[in-house]
C-alpha cells in the first residue's frame, strides 16, 4: 500500500498548530502509526491505531483520520518537534510514507 | 529500561556479505516479534526482515526487494537477533535499525540507534 505524505517540508513559527498529512492507497482502518526522526537520531513512536498517543509523549500532539486520510498535528509548535515525521501503515504487511521535514520559521 | 543495540555495520565491497547483530535487555524478548527497518542516506524508512516469537514458530518473512539475499534470525536466550545480507549492492547502502512490536501489534515502539552500512569499492 503506497502511503504519500504531505508536505515535504513544513515551516512554522513556535507556537503554530501545524496539520501534517498522509494519504493511503487504500482503507487502512485506522491501521496508522507516526514516528518522528530527530537528526542523526532513531525514529520515536508517537502515535499508533490513527489516535492513540505513546506513552511518554507530550499531549500537544495528536492523530485523526480514517479510510485512506490520516492527520497528525502539533498543538502548539516547540522548538524540539524539529524532526521529520513519518508515517506507517499496518493494515497490510507495513509501508512507510516519505516523511514531511518541519522546520522552525 | 529498554535498550536495543546494532553492531556489525561497516564498508563492504559489492557483492560481500555481512553479518547484522541486535542485542537488546529491559523488556521480555519472548514478547516480541523483532524487525530490521533500513534507511537509505536522505531517505525514508523501509521494512527489511521480521522473526516472530516462540508462539508464532519463529516465522520470518521478508522485503520483496532482498528476498532470498537475507536471513534473520533470534536468539531467546541472548534476547538477540541477527541480519545475515549477502551479495550485497550499492543500493543496500543504509542505517539498519533493529526494531520490536509486541505480538500482531505491527507497529514499532522501540528502535536501535541504527548501524550504518556502506557497500562500497
Known amino acids: 500500500i503506497q502511503m504519500t505524505q504531505s508536505p515535504s517540508l513544513l515551516s512554522a513559527s513556535v507556537g503554530d498548530r501545524v496539520t501534517l498529512s498522509c494519504k493511503a492507497g487504500?482503507?487502512?482502518?485506522?491501521?496508522l502509526a507516526w514516528y518522528q526522526q530527530k537528526l542523526g537520531e532513531a525514529p520515536k513512536l508517537l502515535i499508533y491505531n490513527a489516535n492513540s498517543l505513546q506513552t511518554g509523549i507530550p499531549s500537544r500532539f495528536s492523530g485523526s483520520g480514517s479510510g485512506t486520510d490520516y492527520t497528525l498535528t502539533i498543538s502548539s509548535l516547540q522548538p524540539e518537534d524539529v524532526a521529520t515525521y513519518f508515517c506507517?501503515?499496518?493494515?497490510?504487511?507495513?509501508?512507510f510514507g516519505s516523511g514531511t521535514k518541519l522546520e522552525i520559521k | 529500561e529498554v535498550q536495543i543495540l546494532e553492531t556489525g555495520g561497516g564498508l563492504v565491497k559489492p557483492g560481500g556479505s555481512l553479518r547484522l547483530s541486535c542485542a537488546t535487555s529491559g523488556f521480555n524478548f519472548n514478547d516480541y516479534f523483532m524487525n530490521w527497518v533500513r534507511q537509505a542516506p536522505g531517505k525514508g524508512l523501509e521494512w527489511v526482515a521480521q522473526i516472530r516469537n516462540k508462539n508464532y514458530n519463529y516465522a520470518t518473512y521478508y522485503a520483496e526487494s532482498l528476498e532470498g539475499r537475507v536471513t534473520i534470525s533470534r536468539d531467546d536466550s541472548k534476547s538477540s537477533v541477527y541480519l545475515q545480507v549477502s551479495s550485497l549492492r550499492a543500493e543496500d547502502t543504509a542505517i539498519y535499525y533493529c526494531?520490536?512490536?509486541?505480538?500482531?501489534?505491527?507497529?514499532?515502539?522501540?528502535w536501535g540507534q541504527g548501524v550504518m552500512v556502506t557497500v562500497s569499492s
Open positions: 487504500q482503507n487502512i482502518n485506522n491501521y
Open positions: 506507517q501503515q499496518y493494515n497490510s504487511w507495513t509501508t
Open positions: 526494531t520490536r512490536f509486541r505480538e500482531l501489534r505491527y507497529y514499532f515502539d522501540y
